[in-house]
């Protein structure tokens, strides 16, 4: 849950900068399939760029649009039944974002039962979850940083060693959460972190799907050397993710 500073403006232009004048209709039925970013209150500066970049990169060929309290398309039920995914980037504390949210969580919940996508990214992972946040996870989230083992013990900006579908994977890493999945949960493990718990998943809720990582698998450069950190390429592993939940 990083405030970048340095983002290239080329990507800030490219995804929708308030200023920029005029913003495309909603997409009309047969169109290209739409994916939501949240940005607002409950975001950093940098985060829903970042998730913005990592989708449009993808194979999808998705129309990225952003949604939030201060942008053209409100998050409401009505803006999320044109969308094929909405996504939730890092942000600050848990506590704090979801208050900023919970008039909201009923709308995303019932979009993701009803065969909505999910994809929560660090703070958008602690979202997923149940105490508080959307409640769209078989089980509930914690600090990764708590657990017993953990090889980060501070809220710092950072790099974690992860398991990446068996492979060893580092990401760029702020308290991030881990995933408490409960027994026998349909469920699809991605990554974990060396203590084996849970640090990327996929699984359904209702109709529709939901994938949620605790480091920043969507991080750019910037991040990197922002924070004085070797830089590490990790958003095929975003993509990964993505694929996951997209992908029928």
Not at 66 to 85: K, M, N, Q
Request: hydrophobic share 35%; charged share 20%; aromatic share 8%.
């Amino acid at each position: 849950m990083p405030p970048p500073t340095g983002l290239l403006d080329s990507v800030r232009r490219a995804f929708g900068a308030r200023e920029e004048p005029g913003s495309a209709p909603l997409p009309e039925p047969g169109g290209r399939r739409l994916a939501l970013v949240y940005r607002g209150p409950a975001t950093q500066p940098g985060c829903p760029e970042a998730v913005a970049a990592l989708l449009a990169s993808g194979p999808w060929d998705l129309d990225v649009r952003y949604t939030g309290p201060h942008e053209d398309l409100p998050l409401s039920a009505e803006t999320l039944a044109h969308a094929y995914v909405y996504a939730q980037p890092g942000g600050g504390s848990l506590a704090p974002a979801y208050r900023r949210l919970k008039r909201q969580a009923d709308v995303i919940r019932d979009y993701v039962h009803g065969g909505g996508r999910y994809l929560g990214f660090c703070l958008g992972g602690y979202l997923a979850g149940s105490d508080p946040g959307f409640d769209l996870l078989p089980g509930d989230t914690d600090q990764y940083i708590t657990t017993p083992g953990a090889t980060v013990d501070h809220e710092r900006d950072t790099l974690v060693e992860t398991r990446w579908r068996g492979q060893p994977r580092t990401l760029y890493f702020q308290d991030g959460p881990h995933f408490i999945l409960d027994e026998g949960a349909d469920a699809t493990v991605l990554a974990t972190y060396p203590n084996g718990s849970v640090a990327a998943a996929v699984t359904r809720y209702g109709n529709g799907r939901v994938g949620v990582v605790g480091p920043h698998p969507e991080a750019t450069d910037d991040w990197y050397l922002d924070e004085g950190l070797p830089v590490v390429e990790a958003r095929d592993l975003g993509l990964d993710l993505a694929t996951a939940v997209l992908e029928d």
